[in-house]
Nanobody, 125 residues
Framework: QVQLVESGGGLVQAGGSLRLSCAAS????????MGWFRQAPGKEREFVAA???????YYGDSVKGRFTMSRDNAKNMVYLQMNSLKPEDTAVYYC???????????????????WGQGTQVTVSS
C-alpha cells in the first residue's frame, strides 16, 4: 500500500512562491510516474504537472514557465516549485502516483493509482 502525504501549502500574495512536497511511503516510487493535480471549489480536478521515471516533466498550459516539478528518488519525494503565483492558482493540490502511464494519459486522473489528501494553496490578490 502506497501512502502519499503533501506539505508546503499556505497563504501567499500574488507574485509570490511556494514549494510543495510529497512524501511517499510503502514502496519505492522510482519507477512510477508522479503527478500534481489541483482542484478549486466547484471545479473539476485539473492536471498541473507530471514527472516520469526518467525525470521527463510535463506541465499544464496554465502553469508552464511558472511551476517546476522535480523528484528525489533517494528520498522517495517529489516537489512542485511554484513561482509567480496568481489568485487563479488557489486550489487544493494533490500528489498522485501511477505506473506505466503513457504521455497522452498522464494528464488524466484515471491514470493514477494512489493519491494524497491534498494541501491548500491560497493566493491573495
Amino acid at each position: 500500500q502506497v501512502q502519499l502525504v503533501e506539505s508546503g501549502g499556505g497563504l501567499v500574495q500574488a507574485g509570490g512562491s511556494l514549494r510543495l512536497s510529497c512524501a511517499a511511503s510503502g514502496r519505492t516510487l522510482s519507477s512510477s510516474t508522479m503527478g500534481w493535480f489541483r482542484q478549486a471549489p466547484g471545479k473539476e480536478r485539473e492536471f498541473v504537472a507530471a514527472i516520469n521515471w526518467v525525470s521527463s516533466t510535463y506541465y499544464g498550459d496554465s502553469v508552464k514557465g511558472r511551476f517546476t516539478m522535480s523528484r528525489d528518488n533517494a528520498k522517495n519525494m517529489v516537489y512542485l516549485q511554484m513561482n509567480s503565483l496568481k489568485p487563479e492558482d488557489t486550489a487544493v493540490y494533490y500528489c498522485a502516483a501511477g505506473g506505466g502511464i503513457t504521455r497522452d494519459y498522464l494528464v488524466t486522473t484515471a491514470a493514477y493509482d494512489y493519491w494524497g489528501q491534498g494541501t491548500q494553496v491560497t493566493v491573495s490578490s
